[in-house]
């Protein structure tokens, strides 16, 4: 196999011409290109109303490829494809008996047991909420009346938080294995789109990835495994520094000696019980801020150009960031083209906001999250819990400044930068629902964090055109960026620190954000829990 990277064409190119233009760029005959495939599709908006162009990265097979690359060998641009194929590490005996336990079906959970049922090990998955059919329902009875229900919502139940998200499936992480491939492909096997596979910055969108997690729910089954739902762990049971299973809270015990704990970042009650047992956290750093929301078409004009409204790009996206005065850096977070603010709390009495899109992205506004970075030394000192506290403590005031009924506090951009309380809106009508409050949001947030934001917001004016608009919207708030804790794990086994069969995963152990990187480190501790199970069996025997 060959690959060609930086392969550059028309925006507005036929089908035939990628075929035409790797023929011409190796010089070799028609006949001699023997099947290609898309690796990589992107395109370069930073320079406004300049010609846009397709650039992309070819794996191909032709004859005669060694002859090929001797020819090209001082080109950086073509050189042989990488084997991008994913090979499992290990297969369980036939006689196993123990199997192991997966807590959490987000992303992280999912790809752990599904990678685990592949090898043979059987997993038991435990999920506090409820199956996707059910939880879209709960979660629907939220936005729509009010009525929140503590284990079935956004950031509870099959697919995790991510499942009520823009879906995007792209992470700058490190992937030498290529593990990100395996995500994209057990994603298309379950009926994602096939283009998440190429394009740049892949999606699928919100109520596409219900039903893609569902098939990969049944696949589980159908390899011998077991998807619990609510199912909620209340206990762990550790003996001599070892897990030795887990205690639900209907009263059941489990065992198991190997446990994956890939909580996600809002499950509070379970870094309690967890730090309560010994277990070994520490507290880490995530932001906190407020979701923006502006006319598509603003953004779209701002960074396409002329090229604005193009059905190949689609609705457009933006990453902004900003040094303040204060020593603080503000920048946009889970970027939703097209899309909505939503209700995103777990727990009674408290509110907090999140970003998703659908697939199509067709919504009339674009939000992101506008949050300052905030760290344990300086921000919230104390124990592993006070980056929780600190959440808790902001989420309930925010109910407070929204009406105690779980709106949300709002303010236009033009009158947050003033200092000055919002009592009508412009021409940007907020999406959150249940709605939005209008009044001043400085006291829902630290001091030091309002400064810097009302600094950014003219400075990312300067970058987006229209970005500082005086009726754009700003909810709050945004607080659950990243989990604020880490269930520190061993470099080599990624076992606990000081508990051992105990493997932290995902984006609530603090080792991912987002859906891609979670299901990358849900595939690696599989491996992990693999390797450790049949290590401990030759051990035995």
Known sequence: MIRITELQLPLDHPADALRTAIVKRLKIKDTDLIDFTVFKRSYDARKKNSEITFVYIIDLQANNEEKILGRFADDKNIRPAPDTNYYPVAEAPADLTERPLVIGFGPCGLFAALTLAQMGFKPIVLERGKDVRKRTKDTWALWRNKVLTPESNVQFGEGGAGLFSDGKLYSQIKDPKFYGRKVMHEFVRAGAPEEIMYVSKPHIGTFRLTGVVAAMREEIKTLGGEVRFESKVSDFIIENGRIQGVTLSDGQELLSRYVVLALGHSSRDTFRKLHERGVYIEAKPFAVGFRIEHPQSIIDHARLGKYAGHPELGAADYKVVYHAKNGRAVYSFCMCPGGTVVAATSEPNRVVTNGMSQYSRNERNANAGIVVGITPEEDFPGGPLAGVELQEKLESRAFELGGNDYCAPGQLVGDFIRGKASREFGEVEPSYKPGVLLGDLAPSLPDYVIEAIREALPEFGKQIRGFDRADAILTGIETRTSSP?????????????????????????????????????????????????????????
Request: glycine fraction near 14%.
């Open 485 to 541: 804790v880490r269930i520190t794990r061993e470099h080599e086994s990624l076992q606990s620190l000081n508990t051992r069969g105990l493997f932290p995963a995902g984006e609530g152990a603090g080792y991912a954000g987002g859906i891609l990187s979670a299901g990358v480190d849900g595939i690696k501790v599989a491996e992990a829990v693999a390797k450790a199970m049949l290590a401990d069996l030759n051990i035995h025997q």
